[in-house]
């Protein structure tokens, strides 16, 4: 599969053209194979309206599910049953279509109205919760605004972290068909929308000693939801039946493949004889001492290159192997990660590697930094993805002031990418076949997003936002959100949600480029009811927090 495989997908040869499984609907109905109908109001698991009081009484009847035209159509209705008010249908393929990892994307038409609740998400096989990736949510009063949550952890110690995406004033995710889906790599998950990443979680991100959960079987669900705590209830607006449309559910393979990762120590200040010979340690060489040596470049600084497979990996740099100087790391220090074993606590420097070669920039010894903190305080890896409207596969490179020039991977469609590790705030610039891109008057220059920020869609050679050609659906570069882009409908020169001034203002945002990504995570208390005690009603507060806020 690819990083951006309908838009920039890597190369060929790590992109299977066909997924492990699917569901096209196409057949004469719905595939027992693959599916179980979920009935009733959730009293079978202690939790009426499912946990979240929602209202609708779920049925194996074609008048809430059936297949025509080629997709799913889950239909809630305005019909009293088994002491519910509404009926509609609920999809899972436990037991029947399950795995660990992979692209698994779904194209689905949803409903607006106040109080529909359509979802796309999984589960864990093992029946235990928590541990859900909700795929697609939006609350049908808010049709505008895409939900993408995790929920890890293990009770009392829920640990949720979530995003949402917001389409542009007067367009919604009901109007059309969308693809969403997610990227779930070894030790993070990436969501998208028709094709592109707008949001990640990484193991890193969860808090010390939190579980996370995602490296074990998991299954789909497909439902409409009426009422609950989250949505409310329909009002005499929301029109019945409501549609939930899914021309497919798809799950693809992830690459194996390993890529480069260039591994950087600056030595300078470790007063190192001629002799003295840094090297790196970590879980892919069995920590095994002196047997990855680095290479210095005769002004301090060591580098390594290692080709490696996607996932999460942990290291520490040391002198002369274990016998000399090594990197000492406490829990909760930034840029680490902690393995807690039996009695005793590893703190290590990690690097998440997926489909795109990564550059960690220098760091010091015991530290994210550089020697003498030349570099700010916040270093994280970042994805850079440039589109070149013309120019495809050729050579380009992004150059981070204050850290260096790393090349860029080409893939499909004009669309380069690189991993490097950067400060947060940092200036950076695109070149493509040796020429340096000039930004439009008024722009400013590029910079780095913080450290859990995330850029959505790539950004476009020479242009402050978006390309020339990306309000066209059918172009490789096409962005859904292309009406806030200079030159697809917004002003040029205009601030994008951050700034009160702008149209677009969102108070909520932490971007200006006009997506409106919040981009921030939200640590749920346990004791939801602030009753003292973490029990059974707390949890049925939490399962209404399917979305990404915290209960008040
Ligand atoms: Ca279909």
Redesign the pocket.
């Known amino acids: 599969m690819g990083w951006l495989l309908s838009a920039a997908g890597p190369a060929a040869s790590q992109t299977p053209a066909e997924p492990v499984w699917a569901d096209?609907?196409?057949g004469p109905g719905i595939s027992t194979a693959n599916w179980t109908l979920e009935t009733g109001t959730g009293a079978q698991y202690g939790l009426v309206g499912w946990g979240n009081n929602e209202l609708q009484y779920y049925t194996g009847s074609q008048q809430n599910a059936y297949v025509a035209d080629?997709?799913l159509h889950i239909v809630a209705r305005a019909a009293s049953l088994g002491g519910m008010a509404y009926t509609s249908a609920r999809l899972m393929s436990r037991g029947k279509v399950f795995g660990t990892h992979g692209r698994i994307e779904a194209r689905i038409r949803i409903p607006s109205g106040k109080g529909l609740w359509p979802a796309f998400w999984m589960l864990r096989e093992n029946g235990v919760w928590p541990g859900e990736i909700d795929i697609m949510e939006v609350i049908g009063s808010v049709p505008y605004r895409l939900h993408a949550t995790s929920h890890q952890g293990a009770l009392p110690n829920l640990f949720s972290l979530g995003s949402h995406l917001d389409a542009p004033s007067g367009v919604d995710w009901t109007q059309d068909f969308h693809v969403y889906g997610v990227e779930w790599w070894p030790g993070s998950i990436v969501w998208t929308i028709d094709g592109e990443p707008y949001f990640e979680v990484n193991k890193a991100d969860i808090l010390p000693n939190h579980a996370w959960l995602f490296e074990e079987d998991m299954y789909l669900l497909l439902n409409l939801a009426v009422g609950g705590n989250w949505p409310g209830s329909p009002d005499a607006t929301t029109v019945f039946p409501a549609r939930m449309e899914v021309?497919?559910v798809r799950w693809f393979d992830l690459p194996t493949a390993a890529v480069p990762v260039t591994f950087r120590l600056d030595a300078n200040t470790l007063g190192l004889s001629a002799s003295d010979i840094v090297h790196l340690n970590g879980s892919f060489n069995g920590w095994c001492g002196a047997c990855t040596p680095m290479v210095h470049n005769g002004s301090g600084q060591w580098s390594k290159v290692v080709w490696l497979p996607p996932g999460v990996h942990e290291y520490k740099f040391t002198v002369n192997g274990w016998s000399g100087a090594a990197d000492a790391m406490t829990p909760g220090d930034f840029c680490t990660l902690s393995t807690y074993g039996t009695g005793i606590t590893y703190v290590n420097r990690y690097v998440t590697v997926r489909d795109v070669p990564v550059s960690l920039s220098a760091v010091c010894l015991n530290s994210c930094l550089t020697c003498g903190g030349t570099v700010p305080a916040t270093v994280h890896v970042h994805t850079f993805r440039m589109h070149h409207p013309s120019v495809l596969g050729g050579s380009a490179a992004v150059a981070i002031a204050g850290v260096g020039v790393f090349p860029m991977q080409a893939g499909a469609a004009g669309v380069y990418r690189a991993s490097v590790s950067v400060p947060a705030g940092a200036a950076y610039q695109y070149t493509v076949n040796g020429v340096p891109e000039v930004l439009p008057a008024g722009c400013g220059a590029r910079s780095v997003p913080p450290a859990g920020g995330f850029q959505p869609f790539a950004e476009c050679f020479a242009e402050c936002v978006g390309c020339g050609i990306c309000g066209d659906p059918g172009a490789a570069a096409y962005n859904p959100f292309a009406a806030f882009t200079a030159g697809c409908g917004e002003a040029p020169g205009i601030p994008g949600c951050t700034v009160p001034t702008a149209a677009n203002y969102a108070p909520w945002a932490t971007w200006d480029d006009g997506s409106c990504v919040a981009g921030t995570e939200e640590v749920c208390p346990a004791d939801w009811d602030a009753s003292g005690t973490v029990n059974v009603s707390d949890l049925l507060i939490l399962l209404g927090a399917f979305g990404s806020e915290c209960v008040d």
Do not use: K
């Open positions: 096209e609907f196409n080629g997709r021309d497919y």
